[in-house]
């Protein structure tokens, strides 16, 4: 996308808007999906949000006008909202407490492996037959994934707590869990917005040292190969030692290499930087999800992981925004740098103000 933009002419500034508007819709969307998880299930939810992204990726293809990449911006992060709240339900409904950080982690091991080929082949797409032509096969693959679920889901649905308003529990929610809600909600922010701003600031990196599309592509593609192979042992360390374990280095990694971002000089310079922020990305497999679901009550388990995943990607939509404002003010490199202070600030809160909630009482 970020590069789509800037073919288009539109600049750095927009690129990182859409982003943002990316964002926005998942955060207008993160509570009516938790709401919907308990009205309809898990597996309606995660085609809801497939269907979405299908025609997020059409409405690309047909326009590269302003309007209308803005509307399939906010459409793809209604869907992507819908489709990693009802995947994080899913699991959590069908894993105990034990197993559930390996679930989780071979869960988000499967997006990084889609991460891993999907940066090469729409570069190589995109060079040969031009970005609407990848955009129309983002939306094929997509299709692909949502006959995937119709076919093989199974429909779980939670058990409705009746006479009890969907807004009152939220607010029961927030109100019985401010502390980790607080805490742990600070802890995502920094995480969702050094991941948010990654996606982001590589590319433009990458197209102000004057590398091609292939080339940006190969550099994405070989740093997601880094954090896709880290999500198994990811999962192994998080039920065996604690969600920390992981969580902290990931962080303090994930700043430190966002931090190098200013230094790069060229192709090889930005290729380890990205390389270092897989491999943070890939220490950090799984964290949010599977903390979320540790901490949901089963009974309202929609609406709470609706409410966690909401704070998240406050840090995830505020994110472009800040970094696109940054641009135009000061430098690429200042708004790095300052992305890396805040990610480093939340992994000071995980560390020490997030209680671990890996819980053995009963064997695994």
């Known amino acids: 996308m970020p590069l789509y933009v800037l073919e288009a002419g539109r600049g750095g500034a927009f690129a990182a808007l859409l982003i943002g508007l ?91 492996v889609g991460s891993l080929i999907g940066p090469a082949l729409g570069a190589v797409v995109a060079e040969a037959f031009g970005f609407k032509v990848a955009f129309i096969l983002l939306a094929a693959v997509t299709g692909c994934a949502t006959f995937l679920v119709i076919s093989f889901t199974d429909d779980v649905r939670p058990e409705k707590q009746a006479g009890i308003a969907h807004l009152s529990r939220i607010r029961e929610i927030v109100t019985s869990h401010t502390r980790i809600l607080t805490t742990g909600g600070l802890a995502s922010i920094g995480l969702q917005l050094m991941r948010s701003g990654r996606v982001l600031l590589i590319p433009l990196v990458g197209y102000f040292l004057d590398l091609n599309i292939a080339a940006i592509g190969l550099i994405i593609s070989l740093s997601a190969m880094v954090d896709a192979a880290l999500f198994y042992p990811v999962g192994i360390v998080m039920d065996r030692f604690g969600r920390k374990w992981t969580g902290v280095p990931s962080m303090v990694l994930f700043a430190l290499s966002l931090a190098l971002l200013p230094l790069s000089q060229g192709y090889y310079s930005l290729l380890a930087i990205a390389l270092l922020s897989g491999f943070a990305n890939g220490l950090g497999t799984g964290l949010l999800i599977t903390l979320g679901s540790d901490l949901s009550p089963p009974a309202v388990r929609g609406e709470f992981l609706g409410i966690w995943r909401l704070i998240g990607d406050l840090g995830h939509s505020a994110g472009p925004f800040m970094i696109g404002a940054l641009i135009e003010l000061a430098t690429l490199g200042v708004a790095a740098t300052t992305v890396a202070g805040i990610g480093l600030l939340g992994a000071a809160v995980l560390y020490g103000l997030v209680d671990e909630t890996l819980r053995r009482d009963k064997p695994p």
Request: without cysteine.
């Open 22 to 112: 990316r964002g926005m819709g998942m955060l207008l969307f993160d509570l009516p999906v938790g709401i919907l998880l308990t009205r309809l299930g898990d597996k309606r939810v995660l085609i809801l949000g497939l269907v979405a992204m299908v025609i997020s990726a059409l409405l690309f293809a047909a326009s590269d006008g302003p309007w209308a990449m803005s509307v399939a911006a906010i459409v793809a992060g209604m869907g992507f909202a819908a489709w990693i709240i009802g995947r994080q339900s899913y699991i959590a409904d069908s894993s105990e407490i034990g197993e559930r950080g390996r679930a989780m982690t071979m869960m988000a091991g499967t997006m990084r």
